[in-house]
């Protein structure tokens, strides 16, 4: 990704930090209880884009935004629904 580009996303009631930044460089969100909305931006001097969720089963999802190495990547996890007999 661009190194411009800053994460808008619904941490803390919002953020707008680099991806690079301490306060989220490899960090882990889980929704609903850190990651208050499904939803990512990312926003740069020329443009950027953004990523949403839409489940009807609400099933938890999580971001994690960089890693230890390279703080430029965004991964999105679905964690899966219990069997209910």
Same mark, same amino acid.
Request: hydrophobic share 40%; charged share 25%; proline share 5%.
């Given at each position: ?35 208050? +909305?499904?939803? !990512?931006?990312?926003? %740069? ?6 990523? &949403?969720? *839409? ?12 890693? +230890?190495?390279? !703080?430029?990547?965004? %991964? ?6 219990? &069997?209910? *007999?």
């Amino acid at each position: 990704m661009r190194s411009d580009l800053k994460l808008v996303a619904p941490f803390f009631q919002g953020v707008k930090l680099p991806l690079d930044d301490s306060l989220i460089k490899d960090s882990h969100w889980e929704w609903p209880f850190f990651w208050e +909305a499904g939803l !990512a931006i990312l926003q %740069g001097d020329q443009g950027g884009f953004w990523v &949403h969720t *839409q489940d009807n089963r609400y099933r938890y999802k999580a971001l994690h935004v960089g890693t +230890a190495k390279d !703080a430029a990547r965004l %991964g999105f996890d679905t964690k899966p629904m219990a &069997h209910r *007999q």
